[in-house]
């Protein structure tokens, strides 16, 4: 979807993000997908960050209005003069002091939080993770919308949904890290997958910051492709019977669409988001990567397995709470809310 603001009521809406080889492109594709179905519904929306954005294929293909800032603190101005009503902030780490000088700029302020933490200066708290539980909402007058019901993906997935079909054998597996994968884990297990498994096919997919040495490797086996920075994923996903992945927005998508996936990830903090989506019956959690081929085997060799996780994914996930978020920030009103 191609953005545009000619026709906007309603209010500015401004989402400041921040992405990039080392954070990654998951808040991008949150907020985008946010500002997509309020465009919808008539807001003009604008994007800030004093990151390149538009790096991200998918990013550059929808073309919202965005502005470049010279650095963080330069938002405030950036947000004044563009006259924003509601700011959304998407980043990996909160600042107390700017989150509270940007919303006293505005009308009302929306954090879309991954700390699992009350955020003081917020009108309105967005958790859709896993991991959230009634007891981290505090008594507090804040409209706070968590956990999966509320998981902000792209209003694709929930429109691809029902073409999804789970095969009864494993031939296709999607391999993704995310936007940037640091680590380089595609360069890594992607020939040791190919080569133990060799009768399944492998679609890697780097993304818009990969750095790694896959898409350079001349001996790879003929069973990988390779692809990368696309616009959409959701063509390999409705192809993939299986995945291997990491914590971030894609084990969402996968598990709403009803993709069986295997996840690992390496960075600190990560295991209680791989624990809980393990437990909760959404995916199965490698420890480090080189437990990924065993658990893929279970995978491959159990058509049960896949089902009763492909079943759990899309009982749990629907798709739609981007639409949810949407709503109540149409509404300026709402309830706290979860999963």
């Known amino acids: 979807m ?103 700029k505005v009308g009302r302020l929306v954090v879309i939080d991954d700390w699992d933490a009350d955020c003081t200066p917020a009108d309105v708290l967005v958790n859709g993770h896993v991991l959230w539980r009634d007891e981290i909402v505090r008594k507090r007058r ?6 999966l019901r509320y998981a902000l993906l792209k209003p694709q997935w929930a429109r691809a949904r029902p073409r999804y079909r789970l095969r009864k054998n494993v031939r296709q597996v999607l391999v993704t890290f995310g936007g940037s994968d640091p680590q380089d884990m595609a360069g890594r297990l992607v020939p040791v997958l190919a080569r133990r498994f060799a009768r399944v096919r492998f679609v890697s997919l780097l993304g818009p910051g990969y750095r790694g040495t ?28 299986a995945a291997v992945g990491a914590v971030g927005v894609t084990m969402y998508e996968l598990a709403t669409m009803g993709v069986p996936a295997v996840l690992v990830d390496p960075t600190p903090g990560h295991s209680i988001f791989l624990d809980a989506m393990d437990k909760q019956g959404l995916a199965l959690r490698a420890g480090n990567e080189n437990s990924v081929p065993e658990r893929l085997d279970e995978l491959v060799r159990s058509a ?10 899309r009982f749990r996930l629907d798709g739609r709470g981007v639409e949810r978020v949407a709503e109540h920030l149409e509404t300026s009103s709402g309830v706290a809310g979860h999963a």
């Open 2 to 104: 191609r953005f545009s603001a000619d026709d906007a009521r309603g209010g500015t809406l401004g989402f400041y993000v921040q992405a990039g080889p080392r954070i990654g492109f998951g808040h991008v594709s949150r907020a985008l997908a946010l500002a997509e179905v309020c465009v919808r519904r008539g807001r003009g929306v604008r994007f800030y960050s004093e990151h390149d954005l538009l790096a991200a294929r998918f990013f550059a293909a929808a073309a919202p209005r965005f502005t470049r800032l010279r650095n963080q603190t330069s938002l405030g101005a950036a947000i004044r003069r563009d006259r924003v009503e509601t700011l959304v902030v998407d980043i990996p780490r909160r600042d107390e002091r700017l989150l509270s000088a940007w919303g006293e």
């Open 142 to 147: 804040q409209v706070r919308l968590m956990g």
């Open 214 to 241: 896959l898409n350079r490797d001349r001996s790879l086996p003929g069973n990988v492709k390779t692809i990368r920075n696309v616009v959409s994923i959701v063509p390999l996903v409705l192809r993939a019977d």
């Open 304 to 313: 049960t397995l896949r089902r009763r996780i492909s079943e759990t994914g």
